[in-house]
């Protein structure tokens, strides 16, 4: 475990402009001794009141809190398992009442650790554990916890002092915390001797618990066996904060002191025959993996002297300069020149500007989209959106593969309908998905693809700031998060200031409306989600309650636990896409195929067996049902009828040009003048919204873009029936203007061949 450098509080005399070093020791005490919830945790003021609006992640961002505003000090609620003794009698009668609670508890194989409180001389923390403590109010104490309570009421009796002056406690402050006051405290004996110690008692870390246990039944532990404290025995260290674990085999050597397998085996000597192993070079591997592995030597040093007898003896005996020297320095060396690089540095290519500027639209796009989706669909909305912008800022290009399987992998949903459902949404908004590039015949090679819209254009082209870019997350780590952790953590991206729980939540989306107020629900939900943040390492907490981004190095319990989401998930999605790639077919799909084929051919037939006044009185009635709907809701009907016509295998730009050889001339001037007189009819505003709407459609589903200075999308011949159809919405006078135009060009060809 790292050392932690912490502010040190106002009041400390020994470091009033340097921040105060934490001993690792200290740490891995407080962390075994306290529950790890952020509910476990307060922060208090040098009057002993509660600093409001403070959530508190996790230990060690109550530590880099104190001396911050109003922070004086730090204080959680211990395990299940460890209690607390407040001696409150100043003077040396105090330290006497300390020694008799400390020997008591000794006598009854309690854990014991003895800490001055910093408030006066003679005030102790007497902490103590035991595997049938289990704390609870003085009221329904029972077992061990009330022998405690009759041993501290006795004693108070017996020397005449007030029974509150012996208190027993679950609350109180870490050993790493200093007093409110300011003052330092360090525990009486050997730190590390206490530790092992502890984890006799206690070999299980202890778990996040926002309500104590009140169990009153001891707890079975059938994997702890019971040690004496002479046998030998040493409980590893909590090995977190590492680049990396160390492999097992050297774990195992470093616990156990069995040696791994290997070429261990050096030449006879006088004293030595050839097959007995040679411990230098043991070390010598040993040291060689933790230098890849942990990179520190005072850390690797530590681990040594924590480790088996057995193990290590030639370094230990020799001690830290000799291994430093001789050992350590030269592993170094070689490690640095075997990872050395170029001195040229790979150049990253940035995104393009367009690209950039286009992604930023994007994203702005998506968030006033996120207010028009139920609050419940909305982060998953989110997640898929930000990370297929992020694959475009990648790929460098406004057009993207966006295979379900791969958000699933990347964003950690579920399954691929909350994808799919995302995507529809997306589809229209922030750009188009491209459903006609999945080809069923290459289908390891072919997806969906999505493109996002181009930036809208400016006055002029502007840089865009420099902005916070976040290194990427680790794979499987969003589904190991609550599923609004990622929302919350994109705003804070957002903003340069820090912001109260209120203001985030509200920008986050965690509220059904943007103007709603937020409740205590959402809080509590944003709170849970903000404090999974921390422990990642990704946001913040100041003095003031308020939340930031932020790029802190992570434990290796979160990257394992991200790791195993992420293979778990993989597992399921490559079987799931080796089946898709072999064609199979279950029995439900074939069946559903099936069951869409006879009702579409039944509602074909039932459509054919009308008569044709029949047929007319509905169309009429459609078409009047349509031209009541307002401009987004025909815009919307459009694109779901084309949408079915797609997926039934029907392409949209020859069902258009089929619809229109259709009509005859008399009928299509009479359509066209009908729509150009409700055209006319139509607010300026109402007008834009019209024509915008309708290019749209046309340029996404590949139809003549008419309004636009674009070149149409359709490359095919153009039929004399189409080119008739192109003059005609533009009115009587442009329309016999073209036909002199073409009448007179006639002539001049004419001319031009009886000349020839």
């Known amino acids: 475990m790292l050392p932690v450098t912490v502010p040190a509080s106002r009041g400390d005399a020994a470091h009033l402009d340097a921040g105060r070093r934490v001993s690792p020791a200290l740490l891995a005490l407080d962390e075994h001794l306290f529950n790890p919830d952020a509910s476990q945790w307060l922060v208090i003021d040098s009057g002993n009141t509660a ?56 006598r009854r194989d309690c854990w014991v650790l003895e800490r001055p409180s910093g408030g006066a001389k003679g005030r102790w923390h007497i902490f103590f554990a035991h595997s049938d403590f289990h704390y609870a109010p003085a009221a329904a104490r029972a077992g061990f916890a009330a022998a405690v309570s009759g041993f501290l009421t006795a004693l108070a009796e017996d020397v005449k002092v007030p029974r509150g002056e012996l208190d027993l406690r679950d609350a109180v402050r870490p050993l790493s915390s200093p007093h409110r006051f300011g003052a330092v ?98 070390e010598a591997a040993c040291t060689r993996e933790m230098v890849w592995a942990i990179g520190d030597p005072e850390m690797a040093w530590r681990i040594i002297r924590e480790s088996h007898p057995t193990a290590m003896t030639k370094a230990k005996h020799q001690g830290y300069s000799w291994w430093l020297g001789y050992v350590w320095n030269d592993l170094v060396r070689s490690a640095s020149e075997f990872n050395t690089t170029s001195e040229k540095p790979r150049q990253v290519e940035a995104p393009p500007v367009e690209v950039v500027e286009a992604v930023a639209a994007a994203r702005a796009e998506l968030g006033r989209l996120m207010w028009s989706v139920p609050d419940r669909q909305r982060a998953a909305l989110l997640l898929v959106g930000h990370h297929l912008l992020d694959r475009v800022l990648r790929k460098r290009n406004l057009r993207v593969p966006c295979p379900e399987r791969d958000l699933l992998l990347d964003t950690g949903l579920g399954d691929r309908k909350t994808v799919r459902a995302a995507l529809a949404r997306l589809n229209g908004r922030l750009g188009t998905l491209h459903t006609d590039c999945l080809s069923p015949v290459e289908r390891d090679s072919t997806s969906y693809e999505f493109e996002i819209n181009q930036a809208p254009e400016g006055e002029g082209r502007q840089i865009p700031p420099p902005g916070f870019d976040p290194p990427p997350a680790p794979r499987g780590l969003w589904a190991t998060l609550p599923r609004s952790s990622h929302s919350l953590w994109r705003t804070l991206l957002t903003c340069s200031t820090p912001l109260e729980l209120g203001d985030l939540v509200v920008k986050a989306g965690l509220v059904k409306a943007a103007g709603d107020e937020v409740s205590k ?42 790791a195993a989401a992420y293979a778990r998930q993989l597992e399921t999605i490559e079987a799931e896409r080796a089946a898709y790639r072999a064609g199979t077919t279950s029995s439900w799909t074939a069946g559903r195929a099936r069951a869409i084929k006879a009702q ?24 009047l049902e349509f031209d009541q709907m307002s401009i987004s809701q025909q815009a919307a009907l459009k694109s779901r009828l084309a949408e079915r016509r797609m997926r039934a295998g029907i392409d949209e730009l020859e069902t258009y040009q089929t619809w229109l050889r259709s009509l005859p001339a008399d009928e299509y001037v009479a359509r066209s003048l009908e729509r150009k007189q409700r055209f006319q009819a139509l607010s300026p505003a109402e007008r834009g919204a019209s024509v915008a709407a309708w290019d749209r459609h046309r340029l996404r589903y590949g ?24 003059l005609l919405p533009d009115g009587v006078a442009a329309r016999d203007a073209t036909f002199l135009e073409r009448q007179g060009n006639l002539l001049d060809d004419v001319e031009r061949q009886a000349a020839g």
């Open 703 to 726: 139809l003549t873009a008419q309004r636009l200075a674009t070149p149409a999308l359709d490359a095919r011949t153009a039929t004399p029936d189409v080119e008739q159809a192109a």
């Open 185 to 282: 405290t360090r525990p009486k004996g050997e730190l590390r001797e206490a530790l092992r110690g502890l984890k006799r008692v206690l070999p299980d870390p202890p778990s996040p618990s926002p309500l104590r246990p009140r169990a009153k039944v001891k707890p079975t532990n059938a994997g702890h066996k019971s040690t004496a404290t002479g046998s030998g025995l040493v409980v590893p260290l909590a090995l977190q904060r590492w680049k990396r674990q160390l492999r097992t085999e050297w774990r195992n050597y470093l616990l156990t002191g069995e040696i791994p397998a290997g070429s261990w085996a050096a030449g006879a000597t006088k004293t030595r025959a050839a097959v007995e192993v040679d411990r230098s070079l043991v």
């Open 600 to 623: 579409r051919a039944k509602e074909k037939a039932w459509w054919d067996n009308l008569s044709p006044a029949a047929r007319a009185e509905r169309a009429a009635a459609k078409r």
């Open 521 to 562: 629900s959402q809080r509590s939900t944003a709170k849970a989600a903000l404090v999974a943040l921390s422990k990642a390492g990704m946001v913040r907490v100041d003095e003031n309650g308020c939340w930031q981004a932020a790029t802190r190095p992570r434990s290796v319990q979160v990257e394992q636990d991200a």
């Open 51 to 106: 600093v409001p609006r403070t959530v508190v992640p996790s230990l060690v961002d109550g530590l880099e809190l104190i001396g911050k505003g109003r922070i004086a000090a730090l204080v959680g609620h211990l395990r299940d398992g460890v209690g607390v003794v407040d001696v409150d009698v100043p003077g040396e009668f105090g330290d006497f009442l300390a020694a008799e609670v400390a020997d008591w508890l000794s």
